[in-house]
């Protein structure tokens, strides 16, 4: 009777283990753990999540002008490559999110307006190497993918600038408090004058 218990046990697990691997959602390979983790932590807030996106793509456009400027040893043309493909995924993720959040009406204005402003940031960068950076024959692809990739999103924010709420605006406390006062004074004034009786000769 153990053994029997034993042996479904084993193969319950033989099963359930490849089940709940592919439940699981397969991690980006051009994320650190560490990173996952950040964006695993901001499930529930997509601003968060765009913003940490964002960070993640000017760590890797910074490693490339790095490796640009100070040439790895070995593996530098891959080294550059894959510094790009990393960048253009992480944008593409922020990118993705900003076209979620839309879907389901969640309040991304910061996330929109980080987004449009980073990625004209990014796109001057890339522009700039795409005119005079060095050994472009090595990645030149690999850039032109980036540059479309950027332009794309900074274009996407610009028009989901008109689909999310606006930015609440801040009313000057003093004239609302003004502004309260009067309609305070004005109903006062409005009870008196009910009080008041027309005489009878009018």
Known sequence: MKFKTCLLLSSFILVAVPLLRAAAPPQKDYLTAVEADKI???EKDTNERIRL????AEDRLKKFQYELEHPSTNRHGDMLNSLLN?????VDDAADLIQL???KQDNIRKGVDLMFSRAKEFLAVLEKLSADGPEKEL???NL????DGTRDAMNDAEKAK???????VRRNRFFSACSRGSVARAGRLASASSFIRTPAWC
Do not use: Q
Not at 53 to 56: G, I, V
Not at 86 to 90: M, P
Not at 144 to 147: S, V
């Open 86 to 90: 990393a960048y253009v995924g992480c």
């Open 40 to 42: 695993r932590d901001a």
């Open 139 to 141: 990645y030149k692809d």
């Open 162 to 168: 008109t689909k999310v709420a606006p930015p609440p």
């Open 101 to 103: 959040g839309l879907e």
């Open 53 to 56: 996106f964002l960070s993640f």
């Open 144 to 147: 032109d993918d980036a540059i």
